[in-house]
């Protein structure tokens, strides 16, 4: 598949090994702005944008310029930020997928992460909170779905921070309760991009081991009231 990650100017981007944070565009726009706070924060510097048909084109000025200069800058659809002291990566994706190409964009992405060989992925979603099940209304409203690969690694870390790992639905609620699946409501394709790196994408060497390309990934969502919500707490 065509590479669809352009580097900016004539710099060499090598994202080996490094972290990679995306959101998916979902309910709320809580993993957009999450990456916005990201960016923002660290002061992440721009190392290319993704190129793909998939997108709605999106310009626009500057959203973290802190200088006269850099606020005549431009941005676009979808741009990659990166951090080389911290190995980490940050894709901000600012416009919906066009009707009818979701497959395709998350095969190029699936495709543009392969390339770049990255050792995590997390990507941030969001989910309709009138849709919560009975277990999800007390406690925080944050869920985190990790691959099996990661969980044999950092599945620890979430038990010490008391993380809450997505629940299970019922498939079919009502005539069988035993068949249990992944559902995240309004949450774009978090599910489906979730499911493409876990079942359907194929083995390669990495490291001197086989592992499930982008195995290493994790989801993490929030529910939001509704899609007009402006409201974003960090816990």
Known sequence: ???IFIPSGNCCVNLKGYTLIMPVVSVG??????????????TL????????????????????????????EIC????VYASTDRK???????SPIIQGKHRLFRQQL????????????????????????????????LRYLATPALQT?????????KWKELERVAAFPGINEVEQEI?????GITKSFYSDRVIKTPWHRHNGRSRVLGDYCLAVASHQLSSNSADLTVR
């Open 88 to 94: 980490l990566a940050v894709l901000q994706i600012r």
């Open 29 to 42: 726009n809580v993993g957009q702005l999450t990456v916005d706070l990201i960016i923002s924060t660290l």
């Open 76 to 79: 676009i659809c979808s741009e």
């Open 183 to 187: 559902s995240i409501p309004g949450g």
């Open 45 to 72: 510097p721009r190392v290319g944008y993704i190129h793909s048909d998939c997108l709605l084109p999106v310009v626009g000025n500057n959203p973290y310029a802190t200088t006269s200069e850099n606020s005549a």
């Open 153 to 161: 690694i950092v599945g620890d870390k979430f038990h010490t921070l």
């Open 110 to 141: 699936l495709s543009w992460i392969k390339e770049s060989e990255f050792s995590k992925v997390v990507t941030l979603s969001s989910s309709y909170a009138y849709q919560r099940v009975d277990q999800q209304l007390i406690g925080t409203p």
């Open 1 to 3: 598949m065509e590479t």
